[in-house]
């Protein structure tokens, strides 16, 4: 018998959107005041969603999330409600992109050993951008 490799839920987005929209009807419909639908950003979040626990996460996700909605349609918070951000915590996009930078940068040199030549390349940026970017971010390795 020939076995048919089927890819993770997290590697097929739209097929995470196509599941959660053919579980929620039945499921919204036990609802004691149905929601009127999904909004477009809640799908969005789905397909942003890597899906670890594939459908049955994703079903468990969607029950959990009508059993507390309490907007007209179903919200990301909804769905993931661990997801919160703090009014405080809130990044201006400047510092989230930063953070993002000097993160990837971490990783690639952790991933060269500290190489800034490779770490650049794969990068795709100058030796001295690098440079100049881990001096910003106070980014420190043994081959300097």
Excluded: Y
Aim: aromatic share 4%.
């Amino acid at each position: 018998m020939q076995q048919l490799p089927v890819p993770p839920l997290g590697s097929r987005p739209e097929d995470a959107v196509w599941l959660m929209q053919q579980l929620f009807g039945d499921m919204n419909a036990a609802r004691p005041e149905p929601l009127q639908g999904i909004s477009p950003i809640c799908e969005e979040a789905v397909r942003a969603h890597d899906w670890p626990g594939g459908g049955r996460e994703l079903r468990s996700r969607l029950q959990r999330g009508l059993e507390t909605a309490s907007g007209e349609q179903l919200q990301p918070l909804d769905i993931f409600p661990e997801s919160v951000v703090q009014p405080d915590a809130v990044q201006t996009l400047a510092e989230a992109r930063e953070a993002a930078e000097k993160a990837q940068i971490i990783d690639t040199l952790a991933l060269t050993n500290g190489q800034i030549a490779k770490a650049a390349g794969l990068l795709k940026v100058s030796r001295t951008t690098l440079w100049e970017k881990m001096q910003k971010f106070g980014i420190v390795t043994g081959s300097e």
